[in-house]
């Protein structure tokens, strides 16, 4: 096998461990937002859950949880889970990410200044003008840096997909690496990763600088 | 009337901190608030400005009730779309200024005028330049928060309160978080203000400044008025034991 047509066929997988990164994302960061929310709600009972939940998502392995996402349907209530493999991969990713989005976002909030929702409630400014234009700017420049890391993170984890047999690019690696007895495309991925991650820490580090006006 | 505040009642769990408290304030009026830290005039502010909600009794705004008691004795506020409209009668100025650090100056000046108040851009900027201009800041429009002096800061923060055109405008130690060198700048422009006939509430540590620009002084100390009247009165012949105690205290 030619290295054109090891990349060829590792290129399809390339695009479905992108699709499972960006689909996690568009999912994920609002529901982080959501998810702080219940966890600072004033009922102890939904700040309760929501804790709960994101300790069992930070708690466990991934793998476990895109497991579970995946066969659970089936076991417990005896669906079918034909043709629900990708969305249980992008659940299990969105679930998991939000919670730590979700906790990164609250030590954001908690460190603006009380002063600054005051400040917006005196001049009636309504709740969602309030979130939008006064603590969200502000937020998202505090937590950067922490969403930085955690996007990086993602990159490298959509290789967990494997664990549904799903043909993300690893798994393509591992499938050719052991059928060809090479080691070309374990490289071929590392370069893939680490571009992306490159790629992730020059577009977030030009974010930075564009709220580096304050 | 432009405010009253009748048998206000506060408490923070146990701690009682405004104790049947009744004030009221005429169009034009300049009345300070003095007294001890912990003696519940920053709280009567905040109480003032729906920042904190009162246990018991009544605020009202150009003679309309904002809360009032109901029969259990407990303060009933009206709905909040209602509180959103009473919320253009006043502005408040604060200690820390709590100007929005990613707006420039002209920004923070502006944006309430256009989004609460649904002013148009060009209105709302004219006005902004105009009182930057006031404040002596009109250089400063494009600046932002972080790259002023403390003194700069509260002046905005003074002309986005004024850019809501409010009523009554409350000042909670203005000064309490500036140099000393800073503080003469904030004072001259609240004492402008004062001589325009501007309706204010001062709450405030800066006694000769409260003596000079008040029509009326209110002492307070544990949620209670003290004592209040003529500002010569008041710091010249107090008549309370505590008001005098206290006035010796600050002289030292």
């Given at each position: 096998m030619t290295f054109q047509t090891m990349l060829a066929s590792m290129s399809a997988g390339m695009l479905r461990s992108l699709a499972i990164f960006f689909l996690t994302l568009i999912f994920s960061l609002p529901l982080g937002m959501a998810v702080m929310y219940l966890r600072r709600s004033k009922y102890k009972v939904i700040s309760g859950i929501t804790k709960i939940y994101i300790a069992i998502m930070r708690g466990t392995p991934l793998m476990l949880q895109l497991l579970m996402w995946y066969f659970g349907p089936f076991y417990l209530f005896r669906w079918s889970i034909r043709g629900y493999r990708f969305p249980a991969i992008i659940i299990g990713f969105s679930m998991n990410y939000a919670a730590y989005f979700a906790e990164i976002y609250r030590s954001g909030y908690e460190a603006i200044p009380v002063g600054q929702f005051e400040a917006a409630e005196v001049l009636g400014y309504s709740r969602s003008q309030t979130f939008f234009k006064i603590i969200l700017p502000q937020l998202v420049k505090t937590i950067l840096p922490s969403i930085t890391n955690e996007i990086i993170t993602l990159v490298k984890d959509t290789s967990l997909a494997f664990t549904l047999a799903y043909n993300e690019m690893f798994s393509i690696a591992k499938q050719i690496a052991s059928s060809q007895t090479s080691f070309v495309p374990f490289i071929i991925a590392g370069v893939f990763y680490f571009v992306m991650n490159y790629v992730v820490a020059f577009v977030m580090e030009r974010a930075e600088k564009a709220l580096a006006y304050y | 009337m432009i405010l009253e505040m009748n048998n206000i009642q506060k408490s923070f769990k146990d701690l009682k901190v405004l104790r049947d408290i009744s004030i009221h304030v005429d169009k034009g009026e300049v009345v300070s608030i003095i007294g001890p830290s912990g003696s519940g005039k920053s709280t009567l502010l905040r109480c003032a400005t729906f920042l904190e909600t009162i246990d018991a009794g009544e605020i009202l705004y150009m003679d309309r009730a904002a809360a009032k008691t109901n029969e259990e004795g407990k303060a009933e506020y009206v709905s909040h779309a209602e509180l959103q409209q009473f919320k253009q009668y006043f502005g408040l100025v604060f200690q820390q200024f709590n100007l929005f650090p990613h707006y420039s100056v002209l920004k923070n000046v502006m944006d309430a005028p256009v989004y609460v108040l649904k002013h148009s851009r060009e209105e709302a900027e004219a006005q902004a330049l105009e009182l930057l201009d006031k404040m002596n800041l009109k250089d400063k429009?494009?600046?932002?928060?972080?790259?002023?002096s403390g003194g700069q800061q509260q002046r905005v923060a003074i002309a986005r309160a004024l850019a809501m055109n409010p009523d009554i405008l409350f000042f909670d130690e203005p000064t309490s978080a500036l140099d000393p060198e800073l503080t003469g700048e904030v004072l001259k422009v609240i004492r402008q203000l004062a001589d325009e006939k501007m309706t204010m509430v001062v709450v405030t540590h800066e006694m000769p400044f409260a003596r000079a620009v008040s029509d009326r002084v209110i002492f307070m100390d544990k949620g209670v008025i003290v004592e209040q009247g003529d500002p010569e009165k008041v710091f010249g012949d107090p008549d309370h034991e505590r008001t005098k105690q206290f006035l010796r205290n600050y002289q030292q």
């Open positions: - | 429009a494009g600046a932002y928060p972080s790259q002023l």
